[in-house]
């Protein structure tokens, strides 16, 4: 899959054309690595075009069957120029946000220099149970330990990051290139998942 296989639909893009084909693809089967790549393919650019990433280093995917203790923090991991842990983010597929997940995470990093942390699910609830005593935690946390926990849903994050993306197409693009990277390398992509966004990008 390359750039010549993004077809003429393509041609016009806006952040909802995108989204659209995004929510599409994730709707798969098998397909929790693809909202991962998604998020991956957005801190690329954000590195690239960003002022507070410039001097930011975005470190490699890894593989979801790996245990927690080889992979670091969380799925998306972003360092520092000392190479420090700067910003994290963990992607829950299908999964709504509850105060359980929120306090694993402090567990994970309240003792570390990590500062930032995003939650991010695709399920279409985004939180279980009480959204406003999630955040009441979230603030709470905030006080006590300077720790920035940001739960939200993908589909608005990513609306919000494609809006500092100066071309949409090169997203697209990008995407495409880390599926098929992602698909050599064995992962979680499957040959299907690569077929569907052809026929997606169409």
Known sequence: LSKATLG?????LTIDVIIDMLEKHFSLKMASRLPVVAIYTIYQLLLKNVKMYQDKRLLPLKGHTISDRHTGYADIEVCDANEKP???VEVKHKIPIDKTMILDVLNKIKDTAVKRYFILTTAERNFKGSKKNIFSLVYEIK???NKDLIPNGIIPSLKYYL????????FLEKYTENLSNEFR???DIKEFHIIQWQEITR
């Open 8 to 12: 003429s639909s393509t041609g016009c």
């Open 86 to 88: 700067f910003e994290m």
């Open 143 to 145: 006080a006590k330990y």
């Open 163 to 170: 809006r500092l993306v100066p071309d949409l197409r090169e």
């Open 185 to 187: 390398q064995g992962t």
